[in-house]
C-alpha cells in the first residue's frame, strides 16, 4: 500500500491592468504565487512569506478566498493529495524578482489564460475570479 501524504497550499491572484501574475514550473506547468502551509502558519502568512520567497514581494494585501480545490498525485509510490486556498491578493510593487522555484514568471492577460499549460483547477478559479470582480 502507497504511503498517503495530504498538504495544504495557499496561492494568491495578482491581477493588475487586465493581467494576472504567474510562475511556470520545473515541470513546464503555469501556477500561480503561493506555497504549502508550514506549521503553525496562517493562509495571510503563507501567501506573504512565499511572495517575498518567489518574487521579492515584500508590501501585499490577502484579500478573501476566492475558491478551493484538490487534486491528487502520486510519485514514487506516495500518493499526494493537495488542498488549495485561493485568495485574492494586491500589491503595489511593480518589480518582481524571479527565484529558483520556478523557471519563469509572467503577468498574463486575461485573455491568453486558457491557452497555458497548467492545472484545469487553476483556470476554473481565474474564471470564477472573474465573474466575482466583474472582469
Known sequence: MNKKIQKITVKGIFHNDGKILFAKDHKGKWELPGG???FNETTEETLKRECKE???LEDIYVGDIVDSWTFSSTV???DYHFILLIYGCTTNETKIKSSDEHIEYAWVPLEKISELNMREGYKNTIEKYRKLKNI
Do not use: A, L, P
Request: hydrophobic content about 35%; overall charge negative.
Open 36 to 38: 504549502r502551509i508550514e
Open 54 to 56: 518567489e518574487f521579492g
Open 76 to 78: 514514487d509510490d506516495i
